[in-house]
């Protein structure tokens, strides 16, 4: 069973920056596409972006495509968000998990505890 802790969350002005972290264990995660979803209030959680093992294959949700860049370090074991020129809408709580084409969002069963990102002047 996969277990991920993300982290690098916090509070931020429009424009600003800031890079997400998720460190996982418990399960195969060097040969497992991996996503970073979001949360906001009162909204239904969504997907960001999800990188392939190689890390050579990437998509990104309209809403960040140009703006956030998905990686990964097999050999950490970790997955990373680079936010750029952030907007008051994404504020939200991030999540990491596996990546699947074919899941909905309801079709995931186990998530970490996710880690705040507050954008606002």
């Known amino acids: 069973q996969l277990h991920v802790v993300e982290s690098g969350g916090g509070l931020v002005q429009p424009g600003g920056s800031l890079r997400l972290s998720c460190g996982a264990s418990g399960g195969d995660f060097s040969t497992a596409t991996m996503g970073w979803f979001r949360q906001a209030p009162g909204k239904e959680r969504e997907f960001v972006a999800a990188?392939?093992?190689?890390?050579?294959?990437?998509i990104y949700s309209d809403s960040v495509k140009g703006r956030f860049t998905i990686s990964r370090d097999n050999a950490k074991d970790t997955v990373y968000l680079q936010m750029n020129s952030l907007k008051p809408e994404d504020t939200a709580v991030y999540y990491c998990?596996?990546?699947?084409?074919?899941?909905?969002?309801?079709?995931?069963?186990?998530w970490g505890p996710g880690t705040q990102v507050t954008v606002s002047s």
């Open positions: 998990n596996h990546y699947y084409t074919s899941y909905s969002i309801d079709q995931y069963d186990a």
């Open positions: 990188i392939t093992w190689s890390g050579t294959g990437t």
